[in-house]
């Protein structure tokens, strides 16, 4: 099994998508996690899966559906409400709009 | 040095919103234009615990729109998860196809001032829209509406077949006749209906080898779109004379300021961690299915515009114009039945009624007055009873306000004297006061009628036949 080693950039380019700010040492253990992971990847890649059909679904059922009706009324103050800031029935977030 | 000649590359992915009732996962409206959040619930605003429940109408429509574009269809398909942070999605991921699009694989063929040209369509998928962005200035704060958060979407994904402005337009109308003609959406550039992302890059003529390319949002009209294209052609190859390279990247069109700017260097799809959304069970199309929608669809533009040629007797010119819109052609097919001269009811709609939206400013599906009141006007002026610059006037308030003509024409005097008696007693009075030429006429110069008819129609107004007129004159003179 190949040793895997996931750079510097790798893990802070993860912690970012992930938004998330390790200290070092759970850089560390991370880093050791995810090479684990990598390894086990491996493991599974040396199944030959010539001529198997792609999974899909591991669903035991499919096609489960909802009719195109209007169900739903005006629930806007219940779900405003439990936004930690809000202002005139809209939820109020740090500046996003470049 | 030969100065070097640059081709465009362009590909675009089209956002189409579907005209379905309810969002794609949940019962609320999709309705434009609702007070913020009012059309929310714990689904689409993703709260812990919220389970959703896919809406077969959103299946019915993609499957619609990828058999009409010619696409394969994967009758096992799925969602997936393509992670992203940023408040316009509550749940931190979109739900969308990645690994199975429900279409691949099609094409259409668009109109060009060269000829047809094919443009292949590379996939079509099923996603939900995000929520919206308002920037608030008293709190230095972005507020959210997710009202749109949740609104079924097909993306269409075309190759990189396109090579300039033109071809992006003909392909986003015909897309966007296909999609009214199935009723799927209204396409609505302004509204956000449909939206188009435009992958373009540039390169020299003759190599087979694409360009670095970059990705143009915000695009929301067609001359928006042409315009962006033409700029970030010209961006793109100054770059290159420069002897710098193009970075990818995604931009946002500033139409007032015909320019460009770098949003975001563009994620890889390995930055989204696409994985199947467990809570979704897969779909399964299966030939019934496929055939019942092949069945439904309706007659499309070119069926329609052949008929129209067949059993109307219009030319190909006409027939071809009166079906870019469905709504127009419905609205046409039925005047002309009721009036029974499909040629008078074409003219109609290829004159006046084009000449009306263009003054108006109006879509084609903003057109709402009765066939039944067109055709009754036609009817009207086949029998002489108003002239062609009355039945103008009178169609003008049809178009606007949809107004019974009959009522109109003898509420305004448009209406053309049946009273025979004063006919001939006008007839008689100008025929006395203008002997000579009434001498002329019988010597032979037959162009003096016209100058009688003239002096007949001036003394009552316009409110007389000139074709009876002529006839009387004639009987009168004889």
């Keep these: 099994m190949a040793e895997h080693k996931i750079s510097d950039e790798v893990m802070a380019n993860t912690e970012l998508l992930a938004k998330l700010a390790l200290t070092d040492e759970e850089r560390e253990k991370s880093r050791q996690e995810m090479e684990k992971i990598l390894g086990y990847v491996d493991k599974l890649n040396e199944l030959d899966t010539e001529g198997v059909e792609p999974l899909i679904s591991l669903f035991p059922v499919e096609n489960v559906f909802r009719e195109d009706k209007v169900v739903n009324g005006d629930m806007r103050d219940e779900l405003v409400d439990l936004a930690p800031r809000k202002k005139d029935g809209q939820y109020l977030v740090p500046k996003t709009v470049e | 040095m030969m100065e070097k000649q640059y081709e465009t590359v362009i590909g675009l992915e089209v956002h189409v919103e579907l005209a379905s009732a309810t969002k794609i996962f949940c019962g609320c409206s999709t309705k434009f234009g609702g007070a913020p959040n009012t059309h929310t619930c714990p689904v689409c605003t993703g709260m812990p615990g919220s389970l959703p429940v896919l809406n077969r109408q959103v299946v019915e429509y993609a499957l619609a729109l990828g058999l009409a574009a010619n696409c394969g269809i994967n009758q096992h398909c799925r969602f997936d998860r393509k992670n992203y942070f940023y408040p316009d999605n509550p749940q931190n991921y979109q739900i969308s196809q990645l690994y199975v699009p429900i279409c691949h694989d099609g094409w259409l063929m668009v109109d060009t001032s060269v000829g047809p040209k094919k443009i292949r369509i590379h996939e079509m998928h099923m996603e939900e829209d995000a929520g919206k962005l308002i920037h608030d200035e008293w709190e230095d704060c972005s507020l959210v509406d997710y009202n749109r958060s949740g609104v079924p979407l097909v993306e269409i994904v075309s190759e990189p077949d396109m090579r300039s402005a033109e071809e992006v337009i003909a392909y986003l109308e015909k897309l966007r006749m296909i999609c009214q003609y199935l009723g799927v959406s209204d396409c609505k550039l302004q509204e956000g209906s449909m939206r188009a992302d435009v992958n373009l890059s540039v390169r020299e003529v003759g190599s087979d080898k694409l360009g670095t390319r970059t ?257 009387l004159i004639i009987s009168k003179v004889k």
């Design chain 2, 215 to 471: 990705e143009m949002k915000n695009l929301n009209s067609f001359k928006a779109i042409a315009r962006a294209i033409d700029g970030e052609r010209a961006r793109q190859i100054e770059l290159l004379e420069e002897g710098r390279s193009v970075v990818q990247e995604t931009r946002r069109w500033d139409d007032n300021k015909e320019y460009s700017y770098a949003m975001r260097s563009k994620e890889d799809a390995k930055d989204y961690r696409y994985f199947p959304d467990p809570d979704l069970p897969s779909v399964y199309i299966d030939d019934e299915w496929i055939s019942r929608v092949k069945k439904a669809q309706p007659e499309m533009q070119p069926e329609k515009a052949a008929r129209y040629q067949k059993d109307y007797g219009l030319s190909e010119y006409d027939a071809k114009q009166l079906t870019q819109s469905r709504h127009l052609a419905e609205l046409f097919e039925k005047t002309a039945d009721l009036c029974g001269n499909p040629k008078k009811a074409a003219n109609w709609f290829l004159g006046e009624t084009l000449r009306l939206l263009k003054e108006r400013g109006l879509e084609e599906e903003e057109v709402e007055f009765s066939p039944e009141h067109l055709a009754a006007l036609i009817v009207s002026v086949e029998k002489g009873e108003v002239n062609n610059q009355g039945a103008k006037e009178v169609f003008e308030k049809i178009f606007d306000e949809d107004v019974e003509p009959m009522a109109y024409i003898e509420a305004h005097g448009l209406k053309i004297s049946q009273s025979a008696g004063e006919a001939k007693a006008v007839v008689d009075k100008i025929l006395a006061a203008n002997a000579d030429a009434v001498e002329k006429y019988k010597n032979g110069e037959e162009k003096v009628l016209g100058f009688l008819v003239g002096q007949i129609m001036k003394e009552m107004k316009g409110k007389c036949n000139p074709g009876q007129m002529k006839e």
